[in-house]
């Protein structure tokens, strides 16, 4: 069985010129089915065309869709959040403050397949139970774990003149997983169900 994903999106911007001129606060909201770039894309990481999400130590599975032991296509949902505020210093100096967070979830039946499929792979890993039809189930493989993770940041923007923006970029995020999971850094003897990380960047650009 298959289905077809969608999403949904809204957003408004409110003006503040009281504050200064060209001010403004950014808020947004989106929630989408079998489409997770449209829930979360962008710096510092996407789940656009990838596997995972990996934040230190933590690895979000990032699969629009999952098929799941009985061979039914089960589309993964997400949920995501942000709100920004921008403010102009001067005419040529702007800062924008922004956080956001974005949920992604599995159901019980995909994860618990998950555990067996990771037994099966390493039965001897830790945390591994052998069952009385040899069947061997782990619960902390990558496989199949969502979870939430919250980002915030702000930029600093000089614009010398029209159309070119010169400034620097400062992120913080932090996963929370669905469940605790190995480490990817330390290997199958370490457990973990959250991280957190910094990210920078300088940013020029010139618009023609």
């Known amino acids: 069985m ?3 994903g969608f999403a949904v999106q809204g957003g408004v911007k409110i003006n503040l010129p009281m504050i200064a001129a060209g ?3 950014y808020l947004e909201a989106s929630y989408s089915r079998g489409n ?3 829930a979360d894309s962008g710096f510092p990481t996407s789940y656009t065309g990838q596997a995972y999400l990996q934040g230190g130590g933590t690895t979000t599975a990032t699969y629009d869709a999952v098929v799941g032991p009985t061979g039914r296509v089960t589309l993964t949902p ?3 959040g942000m709100i920004s505020y921008e ?3 001067t005419p040529t100096v702007r800062q924008g403050l922004f956080a956001g967070a974005v ?3 599995y159901s019980g039946a995909i994860r618990t397949a998950a ?3 990771a037994g099966a792979s390493c039965p001897t890993c830790f945390g591994s139970v052998t069952f009385a039809n040899g069947s061997v189930y782990n619960p902390f493989s990558i496989q199949y774990n969502g979870g939430i993770q919250y980002d915030i940041g ?3 923007i000089w614009s010398p003149v029209k159309d070119l923006d010169i400034g620097i970029e400062a992120f913080y995020f932090r996963n929370q997983l669905q469940h605790r999971q190995f480490d990817v850094n330390r290997g199958a003897g370490f457990l973990i169900s959250e991280d957190d990380n910094w990210r920078l960047r300088l940013r020029v650009l010139r618009d023609f």
Request: charged share 10%; no cysteine; proline share 0%.
């Open 2 to 4: 298959t289905g077809n």
């Open 23 to 25: 001010d403004a606060l």
């Open 36 to 38: 997770l770039s449209y």
């Open 78 to 80: 997400a949920y995501s």
């Open 87 to 89: 403010h102009y210093w």
């Open 103 to 105: 949920d992604v979830k």
């Open 115 to 117: 555990g067996f499929a």
């Open 154 to 156: 702000s930029n600093l």
